[in-house]
């Protein structure tokens, strides 16, 4: 989408990257999914994955139809009211658990990396993390190694030097996050 757009992570953007339009397509969600998790496979080698995370609410058709692909279960963490991941409705992770975490839209690496220092807390290993689309140009930090089924170079500003900000064009927020 192409105008001016406030991320979840507070940058601005004339571009925005919605993937919830093609994840309302069952076929191309899980199509989508066996991609991203072969190529999680192919980054962890042997390694044995037990299950995978996604933040709320972009992640979760995406880290659902990985995990269906690897074969494990998938939980979410979400948002509390004071703004902090956390795991709710009786999820919970073993200590020594090996997971990964899925998103669909990355550009710093916030909301992963969010989830990976939770898990981590929780006792479980963070083995990797994937995206359908990386913004960042593979420079996010997600707290793990990760992949992406896309790695794109797109623009975001800090808001105070925004120049559609300067220019006075209104900013839309059409992401799941309050910023």
């Known amino acids: ?3 001016h757009f406030r ?3 507070g940058l601005h953007s004339p571009e925005y990257i919605q993937c919830a339009l093609v ?3 069952p076929k191309l969600a899980e199509r989508l999914g066996r991609e991203l998790a072969k190529q999680l496979e192919e980054l962890l080698g042997a390694a044995k994955v037990d299950l995978v995370a996604s933040p709320a609410i972009g992640g979760l058709i ?6 269906r692909a690897l074969g494990v279960r998938f939980i979410f963490a979400e948002r509390d009211s004071a703004g902090k991941m956390t795991l709710r409705r009786g999820f ?7 997971a990964v975490v899925v998103e669909d839209v990355v550009t710093t690496g ?12 929780a006792g479980a290993r963070v083995l990797a993390a994937g995206s359908i689309v990386d913004r960042s140009g593979g420079e996010a930090d997600a707290g793990a190694p990760r992949v992406a089924l896309a790695t794109l ?13 300067r220019e006075g064009i209104p900013v839309a927020k059409p992401g799941s996050r309050p910023v």
């Open 23 to 25: 994840l309302q397509h």
């Open 110 to 121: 916030g909301s992963t990396r969010e989830v990976v220092e939770l898990l981590e807390a």
């Open 92 to 98: 919970t992770v073993q200590s020594g658990e090996c």
């Open 153 to 165: 170079r797109v623009v975001a500003y800090p808001p105070e030097q925004c120049p559609l900000c």
């Open 7 to 9: 991320l979840s992570s």
């Open 62 to 67: 995406i880290g659902h139809e990985v995990a």
């Open 1 to 3: 989408m192409q105008g």
